[in-house]
């Protein structure tokens, strides 16, 4: 087997690792936690999904390969929750020493391509990063709502910290966050999340 091929398919193996990274987020009406493996992928179809809304035109495709990859890095760096602050402190250096460490097991142009493009949806500047990083903002918060807000009560998140951490969703796309506004309105009223 030539070296190309060994290390794709070594890198292959490595990624498979994401699925044993569990959020704090859980699956739709009061399921299990969910993966990191699971959260890429709802967030790619999303996207696709949902493209329509997109503030601006995007390549799809671009958008839905940075959903797929930009949390390989938590194999190693691990989740950090939204709202730990603490957590939120260390990420990038958790982050930048992992994307170096998983993403050298490929092919060297593979491997500078993965780079650019999770540089590029952590830079949030062009219009793909800016809608993938609003699916990664709307995935969980549908989720939540679909579970009544149970992780914003266990973590007694509050409507403040929902509000700046969801702000950006408007970015990348205007009108779902006009559906986020309404979903937070929502638990605001149901005493899901503290104001």
């Not at 999303?46 to 997109?54: D, G, H, I, S």
């Not at 509000?163 to 899901?192: A, C, H, M, P, W």
Request: proline letters at 1%; a negative charge.
């Amino acid at each position: 087997m030539d070296k190309r091929i060994e290390r794709q398919l070594a890198f292959s193996l490595e990624i498979d690792k994401v699925k044993n990274v569990f959020r704090q987020t859980h699956l739709s009406n009061s399921g299990r936690n969910e993966n990191d493996a699971e959260h890429s992928w709802h967030m790619a179809i999303m996207a696709y999904l949902f493209r329509e809304y997109a503030n601006e035109n995007i390549d799809i495709t671009k958008v839905m390969l940075m959903c797929l990859i930009h949390d390989i890095v938590e194999i190693d760096a691990g989740d950090t929750y939204a709202y730990d602050a603490e957590g939120l402190q260390t990420q990038k250096a958790r982050e930048d020493a992992a994307k170096e460490r998983i993403f050298s097991i490929l092919p060297e142009e593979q491997k500078t391509e993965f780079l650019a493009l999770f540089d590029e949806f952590e830079a949030y500047e062009t219009a793909e990063s800016k809608f993938a990083h609003a699916m990664d903002n709307f995935q969980p918060l549908i989720l939540n709502n679909s579970n009544n807000g149970g992780d914003w009560k266990e973590h007694k998140v509050t409507a403040e910290q929902v509000y700046k951490r969801q702000g950006r969703t408007k970015l990348g796309s205007e009108r779902l966050f006009e559906v986020t506004e309404q979903i937070i309105q929502d638990n605001i009223q149901k005493g899901s999340l503290e104001k």
